[in-house]
């Protein structure tokens, strides 16, 4: 059974860091690409950051030089270091792994976890 479990959200000040961490299980957690997206109420959900087996990143125009995306492949999990939050990064967070290439087909995703950026 696959499982993703996001943890590490939260209320956070603005100009506040946070780290979001999703944990893989049931899964071939090194041939994946992992992607963190989220979703606020009355916009569509966006692609945030997203880091590939090989370990190339990309992230949206709306966090660059505020979010950063790793991943430890001995530890099954994928981080979302956010700093400099600001109220419009308010949303649920949600960590998704996809396959690509000969693993096309996997696309799991987790229940999501609550970033409130607000003083």
């Known amino acids: 059974q696959v499982q993703l479990v996001e943890s590490g959200g939260g209320l956070v000040q603005p100009g506040g860091s946070l780290r979001l961490s999703c944990a893989a299980s049931?899964?071939?957690?090194?041939?994946?690409?992992m992607n963190w997206y989220r979703r606020a109420p009355g916009r569509e959900r966006e692609l945030v950051a997203a880091?590939?087996?090989?370990?190339?990143?990309n992230f949206a125009d709306s966090v660059k030089g505020r979010f950063t995306i790793s991943r430890d492949n001995a530890k099954n999990t994928v981080y979302l270091q956010m700093n400099s939050l600001k109220p419009e990064d308010t949303a649920v967070y949600y960590c998704?792994?996809?396959?690509?290439?000969?693993?096309?087909?996997?696309?799991?995703w987790g229940k999501g976890t609550l970033v409130t950026v607000s003083s």
């Open positions: 998704n792994a996809r396959g690509t290439g000969v693993y096309y087909g996997i696309d799991y």
């Open positions: 049931g899964v071939i957690f090194s041939i994946v690409t």
């Open positions: 880091i590939t087996s090989g370990g190339s990143t």
